[in-house]
């Protein structure tokens, strides 16, 4: 069969090298915008909604605030999945959507859902905040601010003020988040007894500096000539002036010093950051999804230097960077790509022993990849690692069609023809087998990459990066590659062709092989046998690991624990930390709050960020130096110690979930139990909720009401009394360009005795005016949960654990054996989270795929070959190749991970080109007369070393990935091992399978077309 396009380009040169001119120029150019990050971008739709309550109890907030959120926006079509956390003070529900929810249409419909229940909310809450979730924002970089000559506070304002203008002024940053300092904040720290002697509260004094310490716009006058306007300037100068200030009280006046302290001071502390056991204020920058991360820390690092010159004194420390390893990476993969285009073209040479067409057919590989990266600009892709693992593994590919129009027509040159001749002829004869091997690449990848599920987001970069690469090595194969060859090429001097010396052994193999064709067929089946039961020894996992250089660990203490206790506990697990050699740097977050909600952080949680030395100079990866540390670590008491990843979750996550609260909780606990008692898991923990002690104020119905004290006053007066009130409600002090919030609260003598409350006055009607607290409310210890959560409007609890030297899927399935997880109580039902269920997705979207890509690779070869039963013959090697492919996993102990997935869904696309090559050869020869077992021995002996070649080369290609070298090679390797492995065998197999497959299928054929004949008119 043959495709005349070829012959048009031999004939008119100039079109197609001005059209790829022009292609490769627009490729360089885009090549250049291109910007370089970690992994795609997964987008999953997801809305967080944040109520803040300051002082409520977790189960106050739970039946007052969450159950009426999650109850409001369940009306709103495409959730997939809602869950809801409630801490001290703080609600939030995440509310995830289906993928291809329009994102912004569901913020809308939360937002008005949200707002048709805020009169039924209580009144004390600050504004829901209803935002977009991004649930990959980590912080990409993050600068320690050494200014010897500012105060801590002053640098905090530093940050604030000035660095975060500056930074979010540069593209692709989305949030500048400082961490550690303080904020300059006016205090007013009352004397309860001076409140009690002239019966006012803080409440009440409060709302007065608000309606008084203020400036504001009171209208305008109009005199006939001019408008003037008028301002009202209430708010005090000074601080002395604020002292001074007289607040209305009942039955007379005060100053607000002769109720208690003011001062210009700081808030109190609840976050603290140590950098090898030294305080310093830091920022932490996240980028924008679409932004380039090595843009984004080159425009960081501009802004940073244009501050030092403006700011001297001030200097910025890098002390975590995720870009690093991404530019490692990244260079790392270019490196492999061009290692592996010169191997490809240093197989050819070695095959050819002809330097000019080596060089014509290694042309390919630019030719292919420059204009692919105009293409991925369009698309709105990225140089990451799995666009990039693409062009690596697909070098060898993109000289697969060059390869097969070259060694074809240095075959006609060694017949006689001269290279213009020979060009014109082979290139056409060969044109059907080079579309058809190309297409069916295309036609696995491209129905592949629109999977509609988080894991296809992966998919999605790799799949057409590799569709679009191999429809350019096709159109350079089919125009380019004859013109070089038949203006570029020498007259071969040798007159006959001249075949390797393994053919004849190939061909003592085959003529085997057509005589025990039931002999071969069950050698077929005893391949595939061995494929399926080597699936059960290989272990799975969702992404392996990578060494970034860096480790996370978290800490948590008991319940009541206060800021002190945290932080002593962080210094003891530095000391231990920078006592090993691998440790760079220990940095230290202690506390801390979401400047995003206002929350108040947990002062009993830290986060430590450990920077490992370079690879090179440590004996260990991250995992063994974390398994090592682990148990020193674990001795100090009372502290929960665990490392986790980025997203700050262990690698095994798991939940329960269900209505009934105490047998939720028992079953965790037993299921716990017997977790810890399995070896592939270490420092198994549960989020079962921990009690902790509070205060509760029971008011006495009857003696309220007879007094008209409401429960709202007197929760009020006990807030405003020893928080201060919500920061929407506090007054603010013009200090420049630069309000100071004026917080009103008991001072901290007062508020470390729980007596006082009970003398707080809160107000009455009536002539009662102020009583005291204890006059209508009961005051008792009791306690409550620290924190509750929630999974699709039900009770949760969480399961987590690190692996112990076992892979994720061999963690799963040792779970599911559990006796709890096989008979849980009705109610109760499991969840995987995390890696666990992006696992399960994983090969549920790896199934579809491979249904699909079979779907589409056979619709291709029916419409090519127009035939619907050889492509049977065609795609007899896909299965062959998968035994392979898992074959070489289990010799390598390699994970059945995410980039090996993928790999055997490239395999499918790349194997069907040997049996395309041996089947329309072999009608090529049926068609000029020839038997069938002529036909099949001559086909097969010509296309053998094509065959073998490309193979080779494609091997070649990939070697520098599989060989592991350089930064992000855990991704890479995995899925070279996968292509590899598979081509090996396939290519092995399918020589002497598909010929005798051939016979099969044409021997069905000649059976059933009489029949069906007989059966049609036509």
Known sequence: MSLRISSWAIERPLAPIIVFIGLLLLGLASYSKLPINNLPNVEIPIVSITINMAGAAPSEIELQITNRVEAAVASVGNIKHSWSTVTDGVSNTQIEFQLGTNLNQALTSVRDQIAEIRPLLPQNIEEPQIQRFDIDAVPM????????????????????DQIVRALLAVKGVAKVERQGGLDREIRIELDPVRLQAYGVTAEAINQQLRQTALDGPAGRIDNGTQETLIRTIGGAATVDALANLSIALPGGSARLQDLGVVRDATNEARQLAWLNKKPVVTFAVYRTKSASEVSLERGVEAALAGLKLTNPGVEFTQIQSLVQFTKESYHSALLSFLEGALLAALVVFLFLRNWRATWITALEIPLSVIPTFFVMQWLGFSLNMVSMLALSLVS??????????????????????????????????????????????????????????????????????????????????????PVLAAYFLKPNKQALPHLPSWIATYRSLLEFALRRRKVMLLAAAGVLLATYAMINFIPTGFLPAEDKGQSLLQVELPPG????????????????????????????????????TNVEGDVRRARLTIQLIPRKQRDMDVREFEQKVLASLARIPNARVHFVNEKGIKEVTLLLAGNDGALLQKTVMQLENEMRQLKQLANVSSTIPLPSTELVVTPRKDQAAKLGVSTEAIANTIRVATLGDLNTNLAMFNSGQRQIPIRVLLNASAKADPAVIGRLLVPAQGEAGMVPLSAVADITLGAGPTRIEHYDRQRQIALDANLNGASLGQAMDAIAQLPTMKSLPHGIKRF????????????????????AGVLMVYAVLVLLFRTTLQPFTIMAALPLSIGGALLALLVTNSLLSLPAVIGILMLMGIVGKNGILLVDFIVEHRLAGNTRHTSIIEACQQRAQPIVMTTVAM?????????????????????????????ITSTALSLLFVPVIYTFVDDFEAWVRPKLKRLTTL
């Open 832 to 851: 995987d989270t995390g890696d666990a269920e992006l696992l399960t997705e994983m090969f549920n979207s790896f199934i579809t795929a491979m249904l």
């Open 141 to 160: 970089l993050t600068y320690t601010v050494n200014a010897p000559q500012r105060s801590l506070e002053d640098t905090s304002w530093f940050i604030d």
């Open 396 to 481: 060898g590919i993109l000289v697969d069609d060059a390869i097969v129009e070259i060694e074809n027509i240095t075959r006609h040159m060694k017949m006689g023809k001269t290279p213009y001749r020979a060009a014109m002829d082979a290139a056409d004869e060969i044109g059907l087998a080079v579309v058809a091997t190309t297409l069916v690449i295309v036609a696995v990848f491209v129905p592949v990459s629109f999977m509609h599920s988080a894991v296809g987001q992966y998919f999605f970069q790799f799949g057409l990066t590799v569709a679009v690469a191999t429809l350019f090595s096709l159109v350079v194969a089919r125009l380019i590659t």
């Open 561 to 596: 624990s206060r800021l002190a206790d945290t932080d002593k506990v962080v210094g003891q697990l530095t000391d231990i930390l920078m006592q090993q050699p691998q440790v760079k740097t220990v940095y230290a977050l202690v506390g801390g709050a979401d400047s995003d």
């Open 955 to 983: 091997i070649a290609g990939m070697l520098p990935v599989i060989l592991g070298l350089g930064t992000g090679a855990a991704f890479r390797e995995p899925m070279a091992i996968v292509v590899i492995g598979g081509l």
